[in-house]
C-alpha cells in the first residue's frame, strides 16, 4: 500500500545537538514533500516544501531537508536544535495533485 | 483573516447523537479539506472540495459522514449517530492551487 514512514517515533535530544529525522514514501508518480510541525498546544504549520528544483530545500527556524528520488526520503535535518524545538514533526506527500498523506509522526523532545 | 477557523473547538457526545463542526478556510484558497487524527498518528485524509464541488472522499468516510460546502466558502462536516470509534482530532485546511495546506486548529472530538 502507498504510504509515508516516519522511522523514529520518539527522539530525545539534549540542546545544540544535531538532528535528522527520517521519511520513506511509498508513491511512484509526480510528489510534492512536505514537513510539517505541531509545537504543544497549537496545530500545524508548515516548515518547509519541496516541489521541483534544488533537492536540498530550507525551511523557517534553520530546518533543511533534503529529497532523495532513489531512495524515496525526504529527511529533516537541523544543525543544532533548541530546547523550542519540542513538537511533534510530520512528513507529508502529495501524489500527482491528489490529497496529502501523513506519517505517523516523530515526537521530538530536547533537554535544556 | 488571519487563518483557518474552526468551530467548536472541543465537543463533547453521548454515543449515538449528531454533531456538526464547521471550518472558514482562508478566503482566497479554493480548496478545503478536512482530515482526522487520532492519538500517536498523522492525520488521516477525510474528503476535500475545489470550490462548491466534493471531488474526493476516503474510504475512512463512512455513510455516517457528511460534508459539505454550499457556497464554496465555509464547510460542515456532519457525523450522524456517532460512535466511540469517532473521537479525534477533525482538521480543516485550505489551500491554493499550489497545494500548501493552511491547517486549522482542529475540532477535538469526544464520544461518551
Known amino acids: 500500500a502507498q504510504s509515508v514512514s516516519q522511522h523514529n517515533h520518539h527522539v530525545i535530544l539534549s540542546e545544540a545537538a544535531s538532528l535528522e529525522l527520517g521519511c520513506n514514501y511509498s508513491?511512484?508518480?509526480?510528489?510534492?514533500l512536505f514537513w510539517y510541525v505541531q509545537y504543544p498546544g497549537q496545530h500545524l504549520q508548515l516548515l518547509l516544501k519541496?516541489?521541483?528544483?534544488?533537492?536540498l530545500v530550507k525551511g523557517i527556524k534553520g530546518f533543511e531537508a533534503e529529497f532523495i528520488k532513489s531512495k524515496f526520503s525526504f529527511n529533516l535535518r537541523k544543525p543544532s536544535v533548541q530546547w523550542s524545538d519540542t513538537a511533534e514533526y510530520f512528513c507529508?506527500?502529495?501524489?500527482?495533485?491528489?490529497?496529502?498523506?501523513f506519517g505517523a509522526g516523530t515526537r521530538l523532545t530536547v533537554k535544556p | 483573516d488571519t487563518g483557518v477557523s474552526q468551530d467548536p473547538r472541543h465537543k463533547i457526545t453521548k454515543r449515538g447523537q449528531n454533531v456538526t463542526f464547521r471550518c472558514d478556510p482562508i478566503?482566497?484558497?479554493?480548496?478545503l479539506y478536512w482530515y482526522r487524527q487520532t492519538l500517536g498518528q498523522g492525520p488521516e485524509f477525510l474528503t476535500y472540495?475545489?470550490?462548491?464541488?466534493?471531488?474526493?472522499k476516503s474510504r475512512l468516510l463512512s455513510d455516517r459522514f457528511s460534508a459539505e460546502r454550499p457556497k464554496g466558502s465555509f464547510s460542515t462536516l456532519e457525523i450522524q449517530r456517532t460512535e466511540q470509534g469517532d473521537s479525534a482530532m477533525y482538521l480543516c485546511a485550505s489551500s491554493e492551487t499550489s497545494a500548501v495546506h493552511v491547517f486549522g486548529p482542529g475540532t477535538r472530538l469526544t464520544v461518551t
Open positions: 472540495f475545489q470550490n462548491e464541488a466534493q471531488l474526493e
Open positions: 508513491y511512484g508518480g509526480t510528489v510534492n
Open positions: 478566503s482566497e484558497h479554493n480548496r
Open positions: 507529508a506527500v502529495i501524489e500527482n495533485n491528489n490529497d496529502m498523506r
Open positions: 519541496y516541489f521541483s528544483g534544488d533537492p
